[in-house]
């Protein structure tokens, strides 16, 4: 029994069949179906021999798994139900009737036409390599080599692949690799990022100094009357004018801020359009260089729409995601060192 055949039948299943008395070294080829003959869910195998063809029915029914391989920890373990044995000679004339779900695979047993099971639209190739090789083994013609099949499905968590003739997981996809290339795109303007960084330390610190100016400064300071407080700005006594300049610091700090702020805006509303123009040059060159064939496999305007999309996801990631997430975590590092500063017991609790 070839690797690939061990791909089709679950080891279980082989296992329960060696115990029936039936070798899997005899197996030339097989294929699973995921419908029985009355349309129910339920997994089935057909096998092919040398000199027999055998049905195979799982014991378990009434749900369906992605077609690859799922956690062994979430995986019953699954038998045979029902076993049917067909001497070859008995057969003729093998077919698969296409319906407007999947299809139904039939045969003439001792010249009767039976059904023997159904599948959905997933399974319609491999039925039909199947069906092919069968025909050919009756009639002692030799099979056709078959085609290297693409896998359908991620091997790693057992996800169906969302376009078929592309192995691509989007849920196994190492983000942190293509979040690293769209950051190289940025190299060319360290500058305007460097000066991007530094609204951005600016304004966290401003944001951290405003809590403390009206706590602890007016508070513990200007209202409880702290005369070494006055003494230390030159104003001793004068907590009129130690409120005053409180009062101006803060409108100072807000006026600041909003200088940073827009200086911050206009610094993002240059880099990241430029680097989103950039990254779709990139990607409407590479599908130039792609064949006719793939362009006819595929709707050119949902090509142009997804380029499009995801250059927007990208644009908005870095304009109102990424800057904000950076300056909330500035703002919270210099919260916490001014915290520390003051009492670190507090600050713990």
Not at 68 to 75: L, M, T
Not at 98 to 104: M, R, W
Not at 171 to 189: D, E, G, N, Q
């Amino acid at each position: 029994m070839n690797e690939s055949l061990k791909k089709v039948i679950p080891n279980s299943v082989i296992t329960a069949l060696e115990k029936r008395g039936l070798k899997p070294e005899a197996f030339l080829d097989a294929v699973s179906a995921d419908m029985d003959k009355n349309g129910e869910l339920r997994s089935l195998y057909l096998i092919l021999t040398d000199k027999r063809f055998i049905l195979v029915v799982s014991d378990q029914s009434g749900e369906m798994i992605f077609s690859g391989a799922s956690p062994a920890s979430h995986r019953p373990v699954e038998g045979v139900g029902e076993l049917y044995q067909y001497e070859l000679s008995r057969i003729a004339n093998p077919k698969i009737l296409d319906q407007v779900v999947g299809g139904l695979f039939m045969a003439d047993i001792d010249g009767i036409e039976t059904w023997i099971c159904r599948f959905s639209g997933a399974k319609m190739k491999e039925m039909r390599n199947f069906c092919m090789t069968f025909s050919c083994r009756l009639t002692g013609e030799e099979p056709p080599e078959k085609k290297r099949n693409d896998v359908e499905y991620c091997p790693k968590c057992g996800m169906p692949y969302p376009e078929k003739g592309r192995s691509v997981c989007p849920k196994c996809m190492v983000k942190r690799a293509i979040f690293l290339r769209i950051l190289s795109y940025f190299k060319p303007f360290w500058l305007r990022i460097c000066g991007l960084f530094l609204c951005m330390i600016v304004s966290g610190i401003l944001s951290s100094l405003s809590p403390y100016l009206t706590g602890t400064i007016l508070y513990d300071k200007i209202l409880s009357k702290n005369q070494e407080f006055t003494e230390t700005l030159g104003i001793p006594g004068n907590f009129v004018l130690a409120l005053l300049m409180l009062v101006l610091s803060a409108a100072l700090i807000l006026i600041i801020k909003q200088i940073v702020g827009v200086i911050q805006g206009r610094i993002n509303a240059y880099l990241v359009p430029e680097v989103v123009t950039k990254i779709k040059g990139n990607v409407f060159e590479a599908l130039q260089k792609l064949s006719i064939g793939f362009f006819t496999r595929r709707q050119t305007g949902s090509l142009m729409q997804r380029v499009n999309s995801d250059a927007n996801e990208v644009m908005g990631f870095f304009i109102d995601g990424l800057p904000y997430l950076l300056y909330n975590v500035f703002t919270f590092l210099f919260a916490a060192i001014i915290m520390f500063s003051m009492d670190w017991r507090l600050a713990l609790i």
